[in-house]
């Protein structure tokens, strides 16, 4: 394999681009920000678990990380947060994940105004709200304080078609925009069931379009070491097979903790910059559910509904998935978490053939299409959360999931008993939103399965 071309001394001495306050400052200004826009204290969440707390924080260093790559002149990337995380940390890429930025627009109440830019840049409001969020945000010459300290011009830009479609021609606008030079990877199809191995040909296509985003991270100034990437497969192999742990403790009733903190939780061992992504802040985790569980510290003093989220869920309004635990109700499980770096089958993984391993672990997981293994996990999921209902939500802007709300419910009913409810819920572009309708739809679910339970 090549190996890098750019020697350190190449590269100016580090400068020092922290915000005033830190990182920290940053986050807590931000959301004062929204809340007074809002004018409801607490409309977006704040993480229940002093752990989580500490991961949110560190995502958000993280986005200054590339700040402090930009300013050492190394070049950034523009890239989706679902490729080979290990691929990236052993080249220390310094990455913006245009997803995450979306997605953390619309948290911050910030998606109408980027929604809208991207529109006005020409792109079509049936494209998914997640892209046009983060292709506002890329596209616009002014942003909030917190996606100034996101956001860096990258220098070239990656793109993918995993797990859907959106991606592979979003990032091209990102390219347009800025003159970028591209790569593309393509990933083919998983094997369609939930622990059927990826058929080897597909392995073997896949590990060259690995190598080939390797070849052109290092034409772009990046250096590559076999030896760095081995040691990223094994910390993810350690790291996944920890989470099966924490996963264990997270399926007890009660439930032992909230869904903002579980999504929180999911997505840090994506988004953690590489110094503050230890195993020691996830072993926290670990012993912070462990002590909850042997207390039996739940999310609500008396549990008696567990929901399983499908879909996305409203991000522009994340405290809705709160709003159940008034009557009793958890949102025990929910579709995000399903999107992260867990989902490599820490079985598939040998650090002693990194490339293969990522291959391997990535086609087989629930997230890569047709998605057969996604109905397996969701069915899985309902029997080990023990879940007493499923809410199913259809994002009309999303080009897969809508697609299998009804294959999902019909697998769980089958496998389980368990009933779903499927309702329209755009919940990224808060101009499509609608909380009053969506409150309702909960509200009837609740009846029906309080009455189910005879616990009304
Ligand atoms: S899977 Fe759906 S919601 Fe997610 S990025 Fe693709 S189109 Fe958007």
Redesign the pocket.
Same mark, same amino acid.
């Given at each position: 394999m090549p190996t890098g071309a750019l020697p350190d001394a190449e590269f100016p001495k580090p400068v020092d681009t922290s915000p005033p306050g830190g990182y920290q400052g940053v986050f807590s200004r931000r959301m004062d920000t929204e809340r007074t826009a809002q004018g409801t204290a607490g409309e977006i969440p704040s993480p229940d678990m002093k752990v989580v707390e500490e991961m949110q924080q560190g995502i958000v260093a993280g986005f200054l990380d590339v700040q402090q790559a930009k300013a050492e002149g190394k070049p950034v990337v523009w890239t989706s947060v679902l490729l080979p995380r290990e691929i990236f940390q052993a080249m220390d890429v310094a990455a913006v994940y245009g997803?995450v930025l979306g997605s953390y627009a619309s948290i911050f109440g910030l998606s109408a105004k980027y929604c809208q830019l991207a529109e006005e840049s020409g792109l079509s409001r049936d494209v998914?709200?997640?892209?046009r969020c983060m292709l506002g945000l890329a596209v616009c010459d002014e942003r909030e304080e917190l996606f100034d300290l996101a956001f860096a011009k990258p220098d070239i830009a990656i793109g993918s078609n995993f797990? @859907? !479609?959106?991606?592979s021609k979003s990032f091209l606008l990102v390219a347009d925009r800025y003159r970028l030079p591209t790569y593309f990877v393509d990933t083919p199809l998983g094997p369609g069931g939930r622990g059927r191995p990826a058929p080897d040909h597909a392995v073997a296509y896949y590990v060259a379009q690995l190598r080939g985003m390797i070849d052109f991270l290092v034409s772009h100034g990046h250096r590559f070491d076999m030896e760095r990437l081995k040691e990223e497969v094994a910390f993810t192999k350690a790291l996944n097979t920890l989470f099966e742990e924490i996963d264990r403790y997270k399926m007890a009733v009660p439930l032992p903790i909230k869904a903002y903190d579980n999504v929180i939780a999911a997505t840090a061992p994506l988004v953690l910059p590489k110094r503050l992504r230890t195993m020691a802040i996830f072993e926290r985790l670990r012993d912070e559910l462990r002590e909850r569980v042997e207390k039996g510290v739940g999310v609500v003093p008396d549990e008696k509904l567990r929901l399983l989220w499908i879909g !996305?869920p409203p991000l522009c309004d994340f405290k809705l998935l709160d709003y159940p635990e008034r009557r009793g109700a958890v949102v025990a499980k929910s579709m995000l978490e399903f999107l992260t770096g867990f989902n490599l089958d820490p079985r598939l993984m040998d650090p002693e053939k990194p490339l293969e391993s990522i291959a391997r672990a990535q086609l087989a997981s629930p997230a890569n299409p047709p998605l057969g293994a996604m109905i397996d996990y969701f069915v899985q999921a309902t029997k080990d959360y023990r879940i007493d209902g499923v809410v199913s939500v259809v994002?009309r802007? @999303?080009? =897969? =999931?809508p697609g299998i709300q009804r294959l999902n419910k019909e697998a769980i009913r089958e496998a389980t008993g368990v009933p779903s409810i499927v309702f329209d819920l755009d919940g990224?572009d808060a101009r499509e939103y609608d909380a009053a309708a969506t409150k309702a739809s909960l509200d009837a679910f609740i009846d029906v399965l309080l009455a189910r339970k005879g616990a009304a």
């Open positions: 997803n998914c709200a997640v892209h797990p @859907c !479609m959106s991606e !996305m994002k802007t @999303c080009g =897969i =999931i990224v």
